[in-house]
């Protein structure tokens, strides 16, 4: 699990409801497209995972946390990976 967390503006309730929809910003024209964690919920979900936002409100900063399944590689899970030789490539 990847987690982020900021001591930014926060979000209300409306804003975390509609975060992840295509198109969704609060900014200002000009400013963003509103893709960027349509995006990015959509690479997640598509490999397995899931992301999930909480924020206490405004003010208050906002956590992401992103959830992936482990590969498997060579019949290896990921974790089990060997580390190659300097200069070379696994």
Known sequence: ???VT???CGM????LEH???PFFTRRKSGQGTGLGLSIVHRIVTDHGGRIEVS???PGLGSTFRVTLPLA???G????GWERAAPGRAA
């Open 55 to 57: 924020s206490g409100g």
């Open 19 to 21: 975060l992840f929809e």
């Open 6 to 8: 900021d001591d930014g």
């Open 1 to 3: 699990m990847l987690t």
């Open 12 to 15: 209300t309730e409306e804003v």
């Open 72 to 74: 498997q590689v060579g």
């Open 76 to 79: 290896m899970a990921a974790g």
